[in-house]
């Protein structure tokens, strides 16, 4: 069936990319986060863990919200490590930090993905997506909020 929802194809398409390298960027970060979760050690155990768990409860919500998006566009979203590794621009994690690399780390993927959502953010008004723009920019607040949290932790 046609979609015929007021925004071209060539302005779903580009959507739905852009949503594609933030749900990408989002993925990466939420199993960068998880894994942080798992091993943190250090003085600050108990506030890392539980902080830890609520930043990537609310990073796995946001992906499906965000894959969803691109499939209302009229695309299919990645589903897959080896996609979302090539989509996103931030890399895996290799080893076990310490708790204040953890944060560091952290705060520089939260910093790169509200990037990622502000560019999103640009196209989606470009074509007159609003819907995408309406998911789009709140993720921006959270995460240069969250990074800022994660920047005064590891300060």
């Not at 933030?22 to 506030?47: I, R, S």
């Amino acid at each position: 069936m046609d979609i015929n929802i007021g925004i071209s194809d060539a302005d779903r398409e580009k959507s739905a990319k852009a949503v594609s390298k933030l749900l990408a960027d989002t993925y990466t970060l939420y199993l960068k986060t998880h894994g942080y979760h798992w091993n943190v050690e250090g003085p600050h155990f108990q506030q890392l863990h539980i902080q830890f768990m609520d930043q990537y409860t609310e990073m796995w919500t946001a992906v499906d919200e965000l894959a969803e998006r691109i499939r209302a566009l009229g695309h299919y979203a990645p589903g897959s490590y080896a996609q979302m590794a090539k989509l996103s621009s931030l890399k895996e994690e290799a080893g076990n930090p310490d708790w204040k690399d953890m944060v560091v780390n952290l705060a520089e993927g939260h910093q790169a993905v509200a990037k990622s959502a502000r560019n999103v953010l640009r196209i989606a008004e470009d074509a007159g997506d609003d819907a995408t723009a309406d998911i789009v920019a709140p993720r921006v607040t959270l995460h240069e909020k969250t990074a800022w949290m994660l920047r005064a932790t590891a300060a």
